[in-house]
């Protein structure tokens, strides 16, 4: 009952950022990595700059924590909120192995503050099959004029304009 209370005060909170023609996101995200050997689960922290004036486009970047591994990545992204693809590069730094290595990947994945992502990831001739979720709230969000989205919750204040 608590996590659906908790998404009806986030999309309450953010209703007018869905209106948004630009906006930044940030949330935390959690993901199991898979490949022919083993299992291991990954915890990121990802913020993303979406535009959505005429082609709807976005890029992001992330810190990424696995035992062991700590990847840095950036995508170039389009979607419309509910679904979208994205791919780019990858710097994972193995601290076992005091290696640092590059590599590609790309991600399908559908939400809209609530979310969850399929990601093919190559790095270093090693292939992962990823399977994440993650949560994502809005701000900075800027209409169609390049005006600044206030936030519902702000809008107690509008009552007698």
Known sequence: MKKYILIS????????????????TIGPMIHL???DKKVKCSYNLEV?????????????????FERKKIRLYSEGQTGFGLGGISSGPVLEINKEEKKINFGWQYTIWGNYYLGFDLRY??????????????????FNGKDKNGNEIKSSSNSYSDWDD
């Open 9 to 24: 005060i986030l999309i309450l909170k953010f209703y007018n950022y869905i209106k948004a023609q630009s906006i930044w």
């Open 48 to 64: 993303a700059y979406w535009n959505f004036n005429g082609f709807p486009w976005s890029i992001d970047g992330a810190i990424e």
């Open 121 to 138: 990831r190559k790095i270093n001739g090693k292939k992962f099959f990823c399977l994440g979720s993650y949560l994502k709230t809005g």
């Open 33 to 35: 990595n898979l490949n």
